[in-house]
């Protein structure tokens, strides 16, 4: 009875406190906040955490867990979450931790560590079967600035696979074109561990796909990223779990999956952990087989003269790749750390075949590539407040092609590519933060990158001519960038700001540029807050669209570099409102100086249809977004997510015609999980989105819409999951796109073969404290 009264106590002080605390004043403030004389909130070592589980490993959520001092002083208390994890904030070292529920018997445990691990706690005899208390928890927590979003207990049930599908699930984040979007912002980057990745974004999301959920401590979302990230603009900061104690610990996999052809992966994740020392080994293998078809229709004006051209593209993809990761970390103290890190990915064999039939030529192609990529990231954090970091990447992609091309006026050529991409690159961070008093940090760094590209393209006719010519160039790249900022908590809320400077050149080209960035919170309660950021970036073409190289897709389409393409700038503005700790409102403004992205262009000079990445003069986006999520008992999770944008595009130098368009545009989507069993534990997930016509550049994009179902069965004690998705049911997630612009008439439907099956069993071994990595950055390499 004793034990229940103190339990009862111990919760009404958890959900009364923040309501009825009066301030306090000197030396009883201090020890009601666990910090001892001389001490200052807020440094590194202020926290404890630990998770809490039954005997048979599964979290337990709702403990009581109270902090006591040497002299049994009570210091802090919190309650595990529905993960079984808990943090306390104090320096009192050392401590007695009390764990109590009234489930399950007490547990005391004492120490001095910052990390206690896993919890295990005993059935008590007298536990009561049959009763079942939830609470409905908060979508989002607001810390720092930052909405940060548990990802595990985000997607609890829901049937995604893996760390890049749970990212999917936050509330604005959604794919375009193959990469993640943020509602509200004109891009979004993915760091780890508050650092930026050294891989391309296909690479990451690669090592994403291969990353359990459980290795993500959390998502923090945000809108104006902070200089100490090396990220402008908009990120998502994925936090990755560090366990302190001993434990091995690990997962496998292996999944199928059908779009056309049948593709299979498999691979395997195992982690060591210590008090001081940690390692961990990912490794992910499998082979892809796709097929792309698309039909074009163009009616071209030349010599005074209209072409109807009609051509059909199917394009057969076979290719098999290995993914490797290994990292070592030391922590000699709390407040050090030495990591490093080699990652690796190998496409030791990939096979291409277009063949593309019409009017007006009969094309094949046959392709062979393959690609290496070796990457070493070494990283120290000083006991001081002092992060330094170095990583280098090398990068290589041989290539050969041959092409023939049967024209219906009766003309033949036939030659073979010989092409190629060496990349090398160096980048070095340092960053330090200081904190004055309790409230101000000053942060103060910079970064310096280099960069090396040598690309070739080489042609070896066969047969006939061909009008074009040889391309070998070397480039190098220089980045300087050097940045301070200050942030500062109020009393309701906080402020930081900083301004940095960056000096870029490549060949001729060069570039000196100011980055301001300001993010302003202000919580009116607990449940309600107002986010206001103001953030500019810069983003850069890849290595190969500045080549003036010429590549074919067939006798009338081809792709051409552009040398002399400039990065672009960014300036972006937000104001987000939080209404109960889970509905959000936010108005947002992006301003795309020299915006740069592939678009077709009939020719003026002769019959070919021109794929090229230009530079425009601005690309302007402006709207709202409004996200909505709801429950219904225990059986249904769902979230809806309105947005409407006005666009406007403009570029005077657009070939021979130029354009200044604009339009609205609609999108909703709308996200259900519903729980069908928990013996046996079934959930579905269904989902879909829906766009309104659109634009980009000349073309008009009409509307699309895609639903995607899921299922997973998770079984033997939560260890193993089997996940059955099926993304894009209906075949429409792909838009039918047409030019009727200033003598420009183009039609092209691509939506063939976007239907995906796929099927993943996984089992995970062990304690399976899990941890993320980095990523290299290979977004500008490759053809």
């Known amino acids: 009875m004793k034990r229940h009264l103190i339990f009862l106590l111990v919760l009404l002080h958890l959900f009364t406190a923040p309501l009825v605390a009066q301030p306090l004043t000197g030396g009883t403030a201090r020890k009601a906040a666990g910090i001892a004389p001389g001490e200052h909130p807020g440094e590194p070592g202020a926290t404890v955490e630990g998770r809490v589980v039954d005997r048979a490993g599964e979290p337990v959520p709702g403990v009581a867990v109270v902090m006591l001092d040497r002299d049994s002083l009570y210091v802090a208390a919190a309650a595990s979450g529905a993960d079984g994890r808990f943090r306390i904030d104090s320096r009192v070292r050392p401590y ?45 927590r607001v810390e720092e600035g930052k909405l940060s979003y548990d990802l595990g207990a985000a997607t609890k049930g829901m049937a995604v696979n893996n760390a890049y599908e749970a990212i999917e699930r936050l509330p604005g984040v959604s794919t375009q074109d193959g990469r993640l979007t943020l509602a509200g912002a004109s891009g979004v980057t993915v760091i780890l561990n508050g650092k930026p990745t050294t891989m391309s974004a296909d690479q990451l999301e ?64 195992v982690v060591y952990t210590s008090p001081k020392w940690s390692a961990d080994l990912n490794y992910t293998g499998g082979s892809v087989h796709d097929r792309r078809y698309f039909e074009l229709r163009s009616l071209h004006d030349f010599e005074g003269e209209r072409y109807d051209i009609a051509q059909q593209e199917r394009i ?71 992060d330094l970091g170095a990583d280098y990447t090398c990068y290589r992609n041989p290539e050969r092609s041959a092409q023939r091309n049967d024209y219906a006026s009766g003309q033949q050529n036939a030659f073979d590519i010989v092409s190629g991409q060496i990349i090398d690159r160096l980048n070095v961070t340092a960053d ?51 940045y301070a900022g200050a942030s500062r908590q109020l009393a309701k809320g906080s402020l930081s700001f900083s301004l940095a400077g960056e000096y870029y050149r490549m060949g001729d080209y060069e570039n000196w540029s100011l980055y301001p960035q300001a993010s302003f919170n202000w919580m009116f309660s607990k449940e309600h807050m107002l986010q206001l950021t103001l953030s500019s970036d810069k983003s850069y073409p890849s290595y190969w669209e500045m080549q003036g190289a010429v590549s074919y897709v067939d006798g009338y389409s081809e792709i051409h570099g552009t040398p002399g393409l400039r990065p672009a700038k960014n300036y972006s503005a937000q104001a987000l409102y939080m209404y109960r700790s ?36 601005t690309n302007r986006q402006w709207g709202a977004n409004v996200i909505v999520p709801f429950k219904a008992g225990q059986w249904l999770e769902s979230r809806l997510v309105f947005t409407g944008l006005h666009l406007t595009q403009r570029c005077d ?46 073309y008009d994009v009409e509307p699309v819409w895609q ?45 063939f073969y976007t239907r995906t099956l796929t099927v993943r069993l996984a089992y995970r071994f062990g304690g399976y404290k899990e941890r993320k990595h980095a990523k290299v950055d290979t977004s500008r390499f490759g053809h």
């Not at 302190?244 to 593709?263: D, I, M, T, V, W």
């Not at 030495?338 to 039939?357: C, E, I, M, R, V």
């Not at 079984?715 to 209906?730: I, Y």
Request: aromatic fraction near 12%; proline fraction near 3%; charge should be neutral.
């Open 96 to 140: 007695r931790l009390l764990f109590q529920h009234l489930a399950y018997e007490v547990r005391t445990l004492e120490g001095a560590a910052d990390r206690v691990g896993d919890i295990a706690l005993n059935d008590a005899a007298t536990a009561i079967e049959g009763v079942v208390v939830s609470v409905e928890r908060p979508v989002v």
């Open 206 to 269: 690669s090592l994403l796909r291969s990353t359990p959920v459980e290795r993500v401590e959390r998502a923090e979302v945000m809108y104006s990223a902070p200089p100490q990230y090396h990220v402008r603009g908009a990120a998502i900061n994925l936090v990755l779990r560090h366990g302190g104690e001993r434990s091995f610990s690990g997962q496998l996999h292996g999944q199928y999956a059908n779009n056309c052809f049948g593709s299979w992966e498999g691979g395997g994740n």
């Open 707 to 751: 639903i995607d179902a899921g299922a997973k069965w998770s079984f033997a004690r939560g260890r193993a999951s089997l996940t059955v998705r099926c993304t894009d049911l209906f075949g429409t997630s792909m838009p039918y796109t047409k030019i009727r612009y200033r003598g420009q008439h183009l039609d092209m439907d691509s939506g």
């Open 432 to 482: 330090q933060q200081v904190a004055l008093g309790a409230r101000w940090k000053f942060n103060t760094g910079g970064a310096f990158g280099w960069a090396e590209s040598h690309d070739w393209q080489r042609y070896l006719p066969r047969e006939g001519s061909i009008d074009a010519s040889d391309t070998e160039s070397r480039l190098d790249e220089y980045t300087a960038n050097l």
């Open 316 to 386: 057969t993809q076979e290719a098999s790749y290995h993914q490797l990761r290994a990292s070592l970390d030391w922590t000699p103290s709390e407040q050090s750390r030495l990591s490093a890190a080699y990652t690796a990915s190998f496409n030791p064999d990939s096979k291409g075949l277009s063949l593309s039939s019409g009017s007006f030529v009969s094309s094949r192609s046959d392709n062979r590539t393959e690609s290496q990529m070796h990457n070493l990231a070494l990283r120290y954090r000083a006991p001081f407040g002092l």
């Open 653 to 698: 130098r657009f070939h021979d015609i130029g354009f200044d368009r604009s339009k609205w545009v609609g999108v909703v989507r709308m996200d259900n999980t519903f729980r069908l069993s928990r013996k046996p534990d079934l959930t579905l997930d269904l989902s879909g989105h829906y766009q309104s016509t659109a634009i980009q550049a000349t």
């Open 582 to 617: 889970k509905y959000i409102f936010m108005l947002f403004w992006n301003e795309m100086p020299d915006y740069f992205t592939q678009t077709a262009w009939q020719s003026s000079e002769r019959l070919a249809l021109i794929y090229q990445t230009l530079n425009w003069d």
